[in-house]
């Protein structure tokens, strides 16, 4: 069985991720619930990366793990 790891921080990431966490916070901040802040994580990913929600999605889980 395979094991899945978290994506590697890349140059082209990087950006994505700390926007995804910023967007997190900000929106939890305000009283959103955890998935409206995680929607918006992954409207902040997908304004950097041109992923499907599906991808991005799985972008923005990974951000607050890289330490942004």
Not at 16 to 36: I, K, N, P, V
Not at 41 to 59: D, I, M, N, R
Request: with cysteine; glycine share 2%; hydrophobic share 40%.
């Amino acid at each position: 069985m395979a094991v899945e790891r978290p994506p590697i921080p890349t140059d082209e990431r990087k950006p994505a991720w700390r926007l995804a966490c910023l967007a997190y916070r900000e929106r939890r901040r305000a009283g959103a619930s955890d998935q409206e802040a995680h929607e918006a994580a992954v409207a902040a990913v997908q304004s950097v990366l041109p992923l499907p929600w599906k991808e991005a999605s799985a972008e923005a889980e990974f951000a607050p793990r890289s330490g942004c």
